[in-house]
Structures are given as structure tokens and as C-alpha cells.
Nanobody, 115 residues
Framework: QVQLVESGGGLVQAGGSLRLSCAAS????????MAWYRQAPGKQRELVATITPGGSTNYADSMKGRFAISRDDAKNTVYLGMNSLKPDDTAVYYC?????????WGQGTQVTVSS
């Protein structure tokens, strides 16, 4: 079982920045494939970014150049830096881990971007 706890969400004006954090339990964090997803009201959950155990990253097209996913294996934490935020980025952001043959989710953190 892997537990994930997100933090760092909040209210920000358009054009602003936030950094989300996701702290994971377990002794093998460095082997987890980590990802951030988001779900806006009335919409399906969508992939934001992924990072492999080796540090390779991938982004949804609409986030490229604005968002940056990173990990600190010593702290069992994955981050999502978000710049140039837009009202359309308003959503609940979820941390996801693929580990030990399963997929695990955090409880989510709300990001609200005002215009």
C-alpha cells in the first residue's frame, strides 16, 4: 500500500504560479512512476505530467512550457511547478503512483485560478 498526500493548492490570480507537492509513503519511492492528473468540474480526469524512476518527464500538450514535474527521491516527494496559470487550469489536482503492481491516488488538492 502506498499513501500519497498532496499539498500546495490554493487560490491564485491568472498569470501567477503555484508549486504542488505530493509526499509518498514506502521505502521504494525511487522505483515508482509518478504522475499528476487534474479534474475540473464537469470534466473527466486528465493527465497533466508524468515522471519515471529515471527522471524522464512527459506532459500534456496544453501544459508544456508552463508546468514542470520533478521528484526528490530522498524526500519521497514529487512536485508540480505551475507557471502562467490560467482560469482553465482550475481543477482538483491529484497525485498518482504506479508501484508494486498497483496504482495509487492521493486525495487531491484544489487549485483555483481567478481571472
Amino acid at each position: 500500500q502506498v499513501q500519497l498526500v498532496e499539498s500546495g493548492g490554493g487560490l491564485v490570480q491568472a498569470g501567477g504560479s503555484l508549486r504542488l507537492s505530493c509526499a509518498a509513503s514506502g521505502s521504494f519511492f525511487s522505483t515508482y512512476r509518478m504522475a499528476w492528473y487534474r479534474q475540473a468540474p464537469g470534466k473527466q480526469r486528465e493527465l497533466v505530467a508524468t515522471i519515471t524512476p529515471g527522471g524522464s518527464t512527459n506532459y500534456a500538450d496544453s501544459m508544456k512550457g508552463r508546468f514542470a514535474i520533478s521528484r526528490d527521491d530522498a524526500k519521497n516527494t514529487v512536485y508540480l511547478g505551475m507557471n502562467s496559470l490560467k482560469p482553465d487550469d482550475t481543477a482538483v489536482y491529484y497525485c498518482n503512483a504506479e508501484a508494486m503492481g498497483g496504482a495509487y491516488w492521493g486525495q487531491g488538492t484544489q487549485v483555483t485560478v481567478s481571472s
